[in-house]
Every structure is written in C-alpha cells, then in structure tokens.
C-alpha cells in the first residue's frame, strides 16, 4: 500500500511538471525582460557576444580581494581615490582600468591601476599579487611605505612598473627581474638600498627604460653589467656607482637614448669608445670625480643635444668636435679646469661654461686655483677607463 501510493504521488509530480513546462515553454523563445535585481546567475548573458563582457568572473573575483585588502592597508587618502572601492564592481573602482584579457577576449580583468599623485598613506599588502592581470601599475606620489610584497611576482603581464617617490624601502626587489614582460621600471624617489643585481641590465629583463635614481643603491660598474644593457633610458642619478667608466660602454650604442649619471660618486676618465653612442641624446656625467681630457669622439654623437659634464675635475682643451654638433643645443662643461673652448662653442643656444680655467673669460676660476690645478701631476687613463696614479 505504501508503496503504491508513493509511486501514485511521484507520478502527479512527474505531471505536474510536464503541465508547468507547457505553460513555461512558450516564454522562452520571446526576448527576455531585462535583467531583475535577484542576484540569480543568467546563463543566456553568456550565449551572445553582442552583449558588453560580464563584471563577473573568477579573476575580477580575486581583483576584488586584492583590491580590499589594499584599501584595508590604507591609512589616509586625501583625496578619496579609494572612497568608492566598495562592492564587486572593481571596473567601477577609481583608478582601476579593466580590459579583455589577452589571453581570452572573453574575459574581463582588472588590466591598471593608477593611482599617481594620490598622497595615499599605507603600505602595499601581500594580496596585491592576485591583480595577476595588470599591466600598468601607476603609483608615483604617494607615501606607501614598507617593500614591494614579493607576491607581485604573479603579475606576469606588468609592463609599466612606476613607484616613483613614496616612502618604500629594502632591497632592489629581486623578483621585478623575472616579470617576463616587464619594459618600463621607476623606482626613484624612494629609500631602496643595496645592489642593483646584475639582471636589472641584462638581456633577460631588457627593460627601456630604467630609473632608479635617488635611492641608497650602489651599482658596481667593474661588473660591466650595466654595459650589458638594451634600455634606452637608464637614469641612476644620485646613487652611488662604484668602478670606472668602463670601455664597454659603446657596446649600448644600439639602443641607449637618455644616460643621467649626475652626482653618482664616479671617480673615473672618460673613455673614447663614449663616442660610439651615436643614438644618444641626452648625457648627464656632472657632479663627479671625472678626470683627465674630454674625448674628441664625443664629436661623433649625431644625436647629441644635451651634454653635461660640468663640476667634475675635467682639464685641457675643449674639443672643437663637440661644439660643432648638428643637436646640440645645451652645453655645460662649469665647474671643471678647462683651459680654452673654441668659438664655435660660443653658438650653442644654451652653455654654462663659469668656474674654468679660460684664460680672460668672465666668470672663471682664480689664477691662483689654476696655477694650484696645473701644479698637479697630468692625469693618466687606463685601458679599463680607470684613472691611473702617478708612481
Ligand atoms: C573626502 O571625504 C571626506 C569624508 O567623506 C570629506 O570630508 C572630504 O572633504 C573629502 N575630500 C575630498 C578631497 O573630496
Ligand atoms: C558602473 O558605472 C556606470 C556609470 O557610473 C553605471 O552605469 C554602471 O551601472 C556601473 N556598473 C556597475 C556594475 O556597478
Ligand atoms: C653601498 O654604498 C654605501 C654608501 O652609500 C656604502 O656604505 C656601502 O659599503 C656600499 N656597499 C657596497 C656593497 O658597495
Ligand atoms: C653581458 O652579456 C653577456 C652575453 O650577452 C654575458 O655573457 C655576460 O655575462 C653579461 N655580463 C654581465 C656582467 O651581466
Ligand atoms: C648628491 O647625492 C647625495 C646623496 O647621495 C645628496 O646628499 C647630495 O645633495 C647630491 N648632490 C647634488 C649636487 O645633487
Ligand atoms: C640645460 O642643461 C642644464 C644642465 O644639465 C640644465 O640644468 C638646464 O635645465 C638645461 N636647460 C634646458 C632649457 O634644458
């Protein structure tokens, strides 16, 4: 009897749900109504590609902690950039930028981040490494503070790294010389300290463009790694290179634009094979210890139109090559003890040659200050770049 009756009770179910979908089958094939507020999943938004890429996925999903745990990590925003970093939505977010993944256009990511001169006060947490999807990270001005959590090793796509002038500290991060798409990295204005590791110039890396001035790195130039380096700009400016300018310097005539080593404590000559950079277009060697003579090669750098070599201890002429340049347009060779410049120097729109030994030029040197240079053993340059002592 039981079980007769419950075979009887499944069987008016089984009707019951066939009468329901004759009611419901004539629905399906009109236009659907839009979208209810319900926070149902709707399958047929996928079956389209008219329609605009979902806001929902697994990736946006992980952006979403990423992005949580970020603004959690943030102590003061002046500026409420991250006021409206609420609710699933981070496409919405301020300062995020979202884009079909590159490996499936079906797929929306969260593809930037930029949030430059926010002031924003905190650090960055060990989440951060779930934007996995980003490719511009923009934080220049802001005051985060602690390291670069070594979790954004997952960022496989991040080709614009620029962390330039916040509070961050340790060592150059190691990981940033395994980011395989990596081009364009800004680290100054911080408090990084240590090596710059070898790979930062290498061919693995070949970032463009590279600036890590006013941090507390040393870079080794007896290495001759920087030499190695297909970057076209490498800025380095107020950090510390130990060694000398070596030769191998010309081997980045390829590629090198802008080289910025002003106040780096270089204590070296300056070697002729400089004057095979003939792409470069700004050198900034000033504020260092630089003896000896300006090579006449540097004549032969087409592209030149910015040179500074001014407060450095350089002597002798300089050469006529130089000032005779098609781009130059700013010369600054004061500070030094050179003893004459030709005329044609005196057509570069712009040149600060005070604080020289130019015999009846104004603003040079004392006679006495000259006299005492010119009482100094001459200045010998190895083959290495080096300055070589007298015995
Ligand atoms: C940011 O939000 C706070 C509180 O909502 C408000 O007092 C302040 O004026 C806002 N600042 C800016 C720059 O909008
Ligand atoms: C995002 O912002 C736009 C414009 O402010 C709004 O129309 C849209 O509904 C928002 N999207 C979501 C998913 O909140
Ligand atoms: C790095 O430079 C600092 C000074 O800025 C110096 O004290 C330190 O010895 C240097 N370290 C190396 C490894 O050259
Ligand atoms: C420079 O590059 C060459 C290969 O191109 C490599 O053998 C050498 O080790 C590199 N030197 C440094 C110091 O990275
Ligand atoms: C050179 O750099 C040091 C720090 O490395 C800084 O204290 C000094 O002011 C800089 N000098 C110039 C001329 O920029
Ligand atoms: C010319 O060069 C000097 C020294 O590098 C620099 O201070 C100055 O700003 C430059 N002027 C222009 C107009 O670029």
Not at 41 to 47: E, F
Not at 77 to 100: E, H, I, R, S
Not at 206 to 214: I, R, V
Not at 294 to 308: A, F, H, R, W
Request: proline fraction near 9%.
């Amino acid at each position: 009897m039981l079980l007769l009756s419950k075979q009887r009770a499944s069987r008016t179910l089984q009707c019951l749900f066939f009468f329901l979908s004759l009611l419901l089958l004539p629905c399906l094939p009109q236009p659907l109504p839009a979208p209810s507020a319900s926070p149902s999943p709707a399958p047929a938004a996928s079956a389209t590609t008219t329609l605009p890429l979902s806001p929902f996925n697994d990736r946006l999903e992980a952006a979403y902690v990423a992005l949580q745990a970020w603004k959690h990590a943030i102590t003061d925003d002046p500026k409420n950039l991250t006021a409206d970093w609420c609710g699933p939505f981070v496409c919405n977010y301020t300062g995020v930028f979202c884009a079909a993944a590159p490996d499936d256009p079906h797929i929306l990511t969260v593809a930037g981040v930029d949030l430059n001169h926010g002031r924003i006060a905190g650090f960055l947490p060990d989440h951060i490494g779930l934007l996995a999807d980003v490719a511009l990270l923009h934080l220049n001005s802001n005051r985060f503070h602690g390291t670069l959590p070594s979790s954004m090793q997952h960022m496989r796509l991040l080709y614009e790294l620029d962390v330039s002038n916040n509070l961050l500290f340790g060592a150059f991060p190691a990981f940033l010389t395994s980011l395989p798409k990596l081009k364009f990295l800004d680290l100054r204005f911080n408090d990084f300290d240590g090596e710059l590791p070898d790979a930062v110039f290498g061919r693995q890396l070949s970032l463009d463009a590279l600036f890590a001035n006013n941090n507390r790195f040393n870079v080794s130039l007896s290495s001759q790694s920087l030499t190695n380096s297909t970057a076209s700009v490498i800025v380095l400016a107020n950090t510390r290179l130990a060694g000398c300018l070596p030769p191998s310097i010309g081997d980045m005539a390829d590629t090198l634009v802008e080289l910025i080593l002003l106040n780096t404590s270089i204590s070296s000559c300056i070697p002729p094979e400089i004057g095979k950079l003939k792409k470069l277009r700004v050198l900034d060697l000033s504020h260092n210890d630089l003896a000896g003579e300006l090579p006449e090669s540097i004549g032969d750098m087409e592209s030149l139109e910015v040179l500074n070599v001014g407060y450095n201890m350089l002597a002798g002429e300089v050469p006529e090559a130089i000032c005779e340049l098609p781009r130059l347009k700013n010369l600054t060779i004061a500070g030094n003890y050179f003893c004459d410049e030709p005329v044609s120097c005196l057509h570069v729109p712009l040149r600060d040659d005070r604080m020289n030994c130019i015999p009846d030029w104004p603003h040079q040197r004392s006679p006495e200050e000259c006299i005492a240079f010119n009482h100094r053993p001459p200045v010998h340059c190895g083959a290495d770049g080096c300055i070589v002592l007298p015995p």
